[in-house]
């Protein structure tokens, strides 16, 4: 006699739980993170525009500020790692995050400003990657696509309400009582750190950056990546000084559309992938991104502002996910790291670069123009991503 089905069985009831206490208390982290990041994303550069009397100007400066300290931390990170350990540098980064936010409404000086986002870029930076080490460390083998998917719900949730959320209160209970929530929020999770694991993840020897960008197959869907990533910089800092002062209550549920569309195309945009393949998906990603700003050109009418900016979320979500994938499948386990640095860059650098030129370029040409532009210039992205798919059409 046999019993086919024990062995079966077996396997299944051996497989390990995906959620495990130190994984809820990094999740804990990763809110905090992630809720404090947003809650100010978009109200420091209209405190920085209500407060400096510099104008449009004074936004972008203080976005473009945020994410070069962000890129330059993520660049430093590893060695503070390699040094203090993940937990100590994830301590460190929430302190950066919060701490500053308390003292942001002390002055109105665009220099001081400047600074608190400097500061507070470098600690996000350095919850990013601290946190993401520790994370995956801290999910079982077996499950570490399931757990990475359930990671990236934690992280995306508080955006989905910080940032609208942020805007709402500062026009209604005043910047400082946001500033006040946002500390809080990033520094209540530092009561948990130490109940994180002190055991760093292995790891293998990473493939440097240089190699990197050596490499057409990862530089591609970079460019294609930041050219997604100006629009993202762009909306969450000038939309709300775009939109007349008669649709101010648009705004929120504008910067709630945008990452609400961003998310569940990135869900749609991973399942299409895994049965029909990535790289057809990085065009008409693009494309809805440029023709999502075009439609947002149209600040006037709250129906295109809406419209305009769920197809760029759509866009952007969808180049989100088939950029990351295509990588990823593009290297070893040894080449993940510059993967995760170049499309991280992208982002970071997308953002900040966004703001800043949006800010000198509406200045000159007014906001709608200032869209309009900025489409055609993200639509210039179909020359790689052309490019791209055509080689991997030839390598086939």
């Not at 750190?193 to 493939?207: A, D, F, H, M, T």
């Not at 775009?242 to 101010?248: D, E, G, I, N, W």
Request: charged share 10%.
């Amino acid at each position: 006699m046999t019993t086919p089905m024990i062995p079966r069985t077996a396997p299944a009831a051996a497989r390990p739980p995906l959620l495990s206490r130190p994984l809820a208390l990094r999740f804990v982290t990763v809110i905090g993170a992630s809720a404090n990041f947003f809650l100010l994303l978009s109200v420091v550069p209209l405190y920085a525009t209500a407060s400096s009397g510099a104008g449009g100007g004074a936004a972008g400066l203080a976005t473009s500020a945020l994410m070069l300290a962000t890129v330059i931390g993520e660049l430093a990170a590893p060695r503070l790692v390699a040094r203090y350990g993940h937990r100590g540098v994830l301590a460190g980064g929430l302190a950066l995050l919060g701490a500053p936010a308390l003292v942001l409404t002390a002055s109105g000086n665009l220099a001081w400003i400047v600074a608190i986002c400097l500061v507070r870029g470098l600690g996000f930076a350095l919850t990013i990657v601290a946190g993401a080490a520790l994370t995956v460390s801290l999910i079982p083998a077996e499950r570490r696509g399931e757990g990475l998917a359930l990671a990236g719900i934690v992280s995306g949730v508080p955006s989905l309400v910080a940032l609208p959320l942020g805007v709402w209160l500062a026009r209604h209970v005043g910047y400082a009582p946001v500033c006040g929530a946002a500390a809080v929020v990033a520094l209540a999770p530092l009561v948990v750190v130490p109940g994180l694991p002190k055991r760093e993840p292995r790891s293998e020897r990473p493939i440097g950056v240089v190699a990197g960008l050596r490499s057409t197959a990862l530089v591609r869907p970079t460019l294609v990546f930041a050219a997604t990533a100006l629009g993202a910089g762009i909306i969450v800092t000038f939309l709300p000084l775009a939109v007349p002062p008669r649709l101010t209550g648009l705004v929120a549920v504008a910067l709630f559309v945008q990452p609400a569309a961003s998310t569940v195309a990135r869900w749609f945009a991973g399942r299409y992938g895994d049965r029909h393949g990535t790289a057809r998906l990085v065009i008409p990603g693009l494309v809805a991104s440029a023709a999502g700003m075009l439609v947002t050109a149209e600040t006037r009418n709250p129906v295109t502002v809406v419209a305009g900016v769920a197809l760029f979320g759509i866009g952007f979500g969808i180049t989100q996910n088939a950029t990351l994938t295509m990588m990823y499948a593009r290297v070893t386990s040894s080449g993940y790291g510059v993967v995760g640095a170049l499309w991280n860059f992208a982002y970071d650098a997308g953002m900040g670069v966004g703001a800043a030129g949006f800010g000198v370029l509406a200045g000159r040409t007014g906001y709608a123009w200032a869209f309009v532009l900025t489409g055609a210039l993200m639509a210039v992205a179909l020359v790689p991503a052309w490019r791209d798919r055509r080689a991997v059409g030839a390598v086939r």
